[in-house]
């Protein structure tokens, strides 16, 4: 297909050289200790400066503060808007709450209220680590104490956690992801690559995790979950994605029986949350199924 043979944008969480030297060195005198120390950047997110143009929806939202019991972290919530019909919107990893803001602009324009927030050890939550199963308790505490929603928007991991939440629990009446990631166990061995790690380290990275969470990791796929998942979804994904492959989006589309796929061309993994088109596309889809 020629989805597979577009060039694609840079990461936009670039490794930095001096780290990737670092384990290019240490893999060749401990396995263990790379493994450890690997495992520890793998679920410690890179806090990120909010840029001036989400200044507009931070500064005006209502700002509360939410504690996840199950999870021992309290949660940073941004209220947007004012209505009956309520879009939860999650950031992706070493995102923010107002990273989908211009989503959240036209969704207020179209008379829906917004409600946002960042993820465990993210933002101005609690926190220094985290991961999928912790932003799938927040979810579901987010609608427990600010719910219902009608409709949500996740990109890249934040994609990933709402699929899951629907699984576990019927709380959405629809779904849009933007660029999700599907397979933890394909995420790892990127994570390991990018590290500058040889390939077997990245599956010494699966067992790690499957060890310490008592899980299979790739339970939680996209695409296999999206098999569970029995409402109206749209799987945004750019060919150009230099985070996570055109070819994640396609595999969660063809798992989910009520499903439609946009693919987009030159938008790679953030900047497509800025596309005026592309927003408007999201929220009709929403207006449309909610």
Avoid at 18 to 25: A, G, N, R, T
Avoid at 58 to 82: A, P
Avoid at 128 to 133: A, F, M, S
Avoid at 197 to 206: A, E, H, S, V
Wanted: proline letters at 2%; charged letters at 20%; aromatic letters at 10%.
């Amino acid at each position: 297909m020629i989805f597979f043979e577009a060039d694609k944008f840079n990461s936009s969480l670039q490794v930095p050289k001096f780290v990737s030297l670092f384990f290019k060195i240490i893999q060749h005198i401990s396995s263990k200790l790379t493994i450890i120390l690997a495992s520890k950047i793998f679920v410690t997110p890179i806090k990120f400066k909010t840029p001036k143009r989400e200044l507009g929806m931070l500064n005006t939202s209502q700002k509360s503060k939410l504690f996840v019991s199950r999870i021992d972290k309290e949660i940073e919530v941004l209220s947007y808007g004012f209505s009956n019909k309520k879009v939860l919107l999650a950031h992706g990893w070493a995102g923010r709450s107002t990273q989908l803001f211009m989503i959240a602009n036209t969704l207020l324009e179209k008379g829906f209220m917004v409600i946002s927030f960042d993820m465990p050890a993210h933002g101005e939550s609690s926190g220094k680590k985290t991961n999928l199963l912790e932003y799938i308790e927040t979810i579901k505490a987010l609608h427990n104490n600010y719910g219902p929603f009608c409709a949500a928007v996740g990109h890249s991991f934040g994609g990933m956690a709402l699929m899951n939440t629907q699984k576990e629990e019927n709380i959405f009446n629809c779904l849009i992801t933007v660029g999700s990631g599907d397979k933890t166990s394909t995420i790892l061995n990127n994570f390991s690559n990018n590290l500058g790690l040889q390939n077997k380290f990245g599956k010494k990275l699966r067992t790690y995790f499957e060890q310490k969470w008592k899980q299979n990791v790739d339970d939680f796929a996209t695409s296999n979950v999206a098999k569970n998942v029995t409402i109206p979804v749209l799987i945004v994904h750019d060919v150009n994605d230099g985070d996570v492959d055109v070819s994640c989006g396609i595999n969660i589309r063809q798992n989910l029986s009520n499903g439609k796929l946009l693919i987009t061309k030159g938008l790679g993994h953030t900047k497509i949350l800025r596309n005026k088109k592309i927003t408007n596309r999201i929220v009709k889809f929403i207006i449309e199924n909610s």
